[in-house]
């Protein structure tokens, strides 16, 4: 069971990762430090904000608190303009310090306790508080993407009026176990 708990979040973390840069890459570039309002983030913010934590919470993940002292998290939501390269740099250095850290996780690591500004957590409880976390801000990134493409969204999954033949695609086949990522990522070995 603990394994398949790790080969799973690992599938779901790519998941995630896979659905916040199909966005961004169907995006101006110009776009990317676009806020709907001053209160609101930017694809840029998101992205540095993401990075961060994630380099925060993953690096030493086993012996040391989450939140590391280099961290600047107000920094991570100023007003920037980064160009693609820069932007696909943080986003990798983040993900793969993530990705990194889960391939060295054993199943008897799953109950150890670690902490986040002091706060102990199960390395379980841990990676699930990222697990939303990461979901939340990527469907920040989805959702502004979608308010910029508008009518040039390419969809990330069903896209709408083909749940139906989608469904009927999926039934035909025989049953099976499989993640539900399969088909999203294909090329992916985890």
């Known amino acids: 069971m603990k394994e398949n ?30 806020q709907y309002n001053d209160e609101s983030n930017s694809i840029v913010m998101l992205v540095k904000h993401l990075s961060s934590n994630m380099l925060s919470r993953w690096t030493h993940f086993l012996n040391s608190d989450g939140e590391k002292e280099w961290r600047n998290r107000d920094h991570e939501f100023e ?16 993900w793969n310090c993530l990705m990194d850290t889960l391939e060295q996780l054993k199943a008897d690591d799953l109950e150890k306790i670690v902490y986040i500004r002091n706060q102990g957590h199960t390395v379980v409880e841990a990676i699930n508080r990222q ?42 086949k025989e049953k099976e176990r499989a993640h539900f990522t399969k088909d999203f990522l294909p090329n992916k070995k985890l």
Do not use: C
Request: glycine content about 6%; charged content about 25%; proline content about 2%.
């Open 5 to 34: 708990y790790i080969s799973s979040i690992k599938k779901q973390f790519m998941y995630n990762r896979e659905l916040g840069w199909k966005t961004i890459s169907q995006l101006p570039k110009e776009s990317l430090s676009w």
């Open 79 to 94: 007003s920037e303009q980064l160009d693609v390269d820069d932007l696909a740099k943080a986003w990798d250095k983040g």
């Open 131 to 172: 697990l939303s976390h990461y979901s939340y801000h990527v469907g920040q990134i989805v959702f502004i993407g979608k308010m910029i493409q508008d009518d040039r969204w390419n969809s990330l999954s069903i896209p709408r009026g083909q749940s139906s033949s989608y469904n009927k695609e999926m039934f035909s």
